[in-house]
């Protein structure tokens, strides 16, 4: 899909879909940074009204159909910190997906999880929501979040 008439905002709207406020950082970081033509996302979390939709491990207190909902809400709000820094509708294309999935022991859906953040990423942009992706089982998250999804897209 090229940009749509009305660019990704319309796109957006189209869908039903209404991008959060940005993230406030948890540490020492920026939302997003561009370099040349692209821009990266430090990790986003599952913020939603500035707290946490849950906390576990999935495999454990968490499903993998609740972190799969939580990595697109992660997804949702590093669109939210690319909008803020260089306007949604300067993306080309999605180029890159990492997802951090807190895992129990034993649990091996990482993609399934992570599927949740590129599904979303897909129905949005398209062909240019196509990317190359991680999902990776980690021990622990910051504030012991399931999931955590950066980003990295090309501008125009």
């Given at each position: 899909?090229?940009?749509?008439?009305?660019?990704?905002h319309a796109?957006?709207?189209?869908?039903?879909?209404?991008?959060?406020?940005?993230?406030?950082?948890?540490?020492?970081?920026?939302?997003?940074?561009?370099?040349?033509?692209?821009?990266?996302?430090?990790?986003?979390?599952?913020?939603?009204?500035?707290?946490?939709?849950?906390?576990?491990?999935?495999?454990?207190?968490?499903?993998?159909?609740?972190?799969?909902?939580?990595?697109?809400?992660?997804?949702?709000?590093?669109?939210?910190?690319?909008?803020?820094?260089?306007?949604?509708?300067?993306?080309?294309?999605?180029?890159?997906?990492?997802?951090?999935v807190a895992?129990?022991?034993?649990?091996?859906?990482?993609?399934?999880?992570?599927?949740?953040?590129?599904?979303?990423?897909?129905?949005?942009?398209?062909?240019?929501?196509?990317?190359?992706?991680?999902?990776?089982?980690?021990?622990?998250?910051?504030?012991?979040?399931?999931?955590?999804?950066?980003?990295?897209?090309?501008?125009?």
């Open positions: 899909m090229t940009t749509p008439a009305g660019g990704w796109r957006l709207a189209e869908l039903g879909i209404r991008l959060p406020p940005v993230a406030a950082p948890v540490a020492a970081y920026v939302p997003a940074v561009r370099t040349g033509s692209l821009v990266f996302t430090s990790g986003q979390l599952p913020f939603v009204d500035g707290g946490l939709r849950r906390t576990g491990k999935v495999g454990g207190s968490v499903d993998a159909e609740a972190a799969a909902a939580d990595a697109k809400v992660c997804a949702l709000n590093g669109l939210a910190a690319i909008d803020d820094l260089v306007g949604l509708d300067e993306v080309a294309r999605v180029v890159r997906v990492v997802g951090y895992s129990a022991e034993g649990f091996t859906g990482q993609p399934r999880v992570v599927n949740g953040a590129s599904e979303l990423l897909a129905k949005i942009f398209g062909d240019a929501g196509r990317h190359a992706r991680s999902a990776i089982g980690v021990a622990e998250l910051p504030l012991g979040a399931p999931v955590e999804v950066e980003l990295t897209v090309e501008l125009r």
